[in-house]
Nanobody
Framework: QVQLVESGGGLVQAGDSLTLSCVRS????????TGWFRQAPGKEREFVSH????????TYADSVKGRFTMSRDIAKNTVYLQMDNLKPEDTAVYYC???????????????WGQGTQVTVSS
């Protein structure tokens, strides 16, 4: 089994920054890529970014490109999502996901964290 635990969410104002963390544990050798997704009330879960564990290659959704930065710390088995210049439309529950392929499709991921709430006020 794989466990993913997110932290770092909160209430901030537009223009502020937040850093989310996702700690991986368990059979993590089965995870090739880790992704961040988000889901706002009444909306479908959407791709934010993903990173390959070995190479550290990242991909971002157009809506966050230039504002969000995903990284990983191999020694700590942790991935991060640095979010700068936050906007009210970034408000959502953010989920960390692990899977065998680096995909923008949430169905490609087998393991999910419980989510962390990010709220951006205008």
């Amino acid at each position: 089994q794989v466990q993913l635990v997110e932290s770092g969410g909160g209430l901030v104002q537009a223009g502020d920054s937040l850093t989310l963390s996702c700690v991986r544990s368990g059979r993590i050798f089965s995870i090739y890529a880790t992704g961040w997704f988000r889901q706002a009330p009444g909306k479908e879960r959407e791709f934010v970014s993903h990173i390959t564990w070995r190479g550290g290659d990242t991909t971002y959704a157009d809506s966050v490109k230039g504002r969000f930065t995903m990284s990983r710390d191999i020694a700590k088995n942790t991935v991060y999502l640095q979010m700068d210049n936050l906007k009210p439309e970034d408000t959502a529950v953010y989920y960390c996901a692990g899977g065998l392929s680096a995909s923008q499709n949430p169905r490609s991921y087998d393991y999910w964290g419980q989510g962390t709430q990010v709220t951006v006020s205008s």
